[in-house]
């Protein structure tokens, strides 16, 4: 429950001003759909003062090999091509549902059943949702 509380007390980094044509955001797209993730969603959470970061990126594997070769390929293609590690990531052990924290992108790697029964996209439906599916 603690790594929780460092997502409501941290800060949004407000000086950069973050949109889906971000270079950090299109290396995360690319990069999943370069792992071949499936049902790829990005929740736009600007407009939501309770959100803790701009945008969700939400996506899903098959089994828990693809959503961690996802998940190390996104954190490797980003400290590559954007010289910026993650702030933080969860979920490596179990891998059901990986985390990666770039402050103001979270993203969100899972199987589908754990997608289905958290429903992420439901709980911040108020956030605009574009697919970036092939």
Not at 36 to 41: L, P, S
Not at 104 to 128: A, C, I
Request: hydrophobic share 35%; glycine share 2%; aromatic share 8%.
């Amino acid at each position: 429950m603690n790594h929780l509380n460092s997502l409501t007390t941290r800060k949004k980094n407000t000086a950069v001003k973050l949109t889906r044509n971000s270079k950090l955001f299109k290396t995360i797209i690319n990069a999943i759909q370069e792992k071949k993730g499936e049902n790829i969603i990005s929740l736009d959470l600007r407009k939501i003062d309770e959100a803790v970061s701009d945008f969700f990126i939400i996506c899903q594997g098959n089994s828990t090999t693809q959503i961690k070769a996802i998940a190390d390929f996104i954190e490797f293609e980003v400290k590559e091509k954007c010289d910026e590690p993650a702030y933080k990531h969860e979920g490596r052990q179990a891998q059901q549902w990986i985390l990666i924290d770039y402050v103001n992108v979270v993203v969100h790697v899972m199987l589908p059943d754990t997608r289905k029964f958290y429903q992420l996209e439901e709980m911040w439906s108020d956030g605009s949702v574009l697919e970036h599916n092939d």
